[in-house]
């Protein structure tokens, strides 16, 4: 509980992706931990997929595969 009321620190997040394949494990665990529907947390999700560098779809990509799992 102290960890989730802390300050979100985007680039501590970001910097510990050291390739790109954490880059995609990183986005796919924020996907699962939000609530897609608070604009807040989608504009995270956006901030976060410009900020590890990954591409539109694979974004996309990834997006899918964890609403799938979600249903």
Do not use: F, N
Request: proline share 7%; hydrophobic share 45%.
């Amino acid at each position: 509980m102290d960890e989730r009321s802390k300050p979100l620190d985007i680039d501590a997040i970001v910097g510990l992706a050291d390739t790109p394949e954490q880059a995609v494990e990183i986005y796919a665990a924020s996907c699962v931990a939000i609530d897609p529907d608070d604009p807040a947390e989608q504009a995270y999700l956006a901030m976060l997929s410009a900020r590890l560098k990954l591409a539109p779809e694979l974004k996309a990509g990834i997006e899918r595969e964890v609403a799938a799992v979600s249903e």
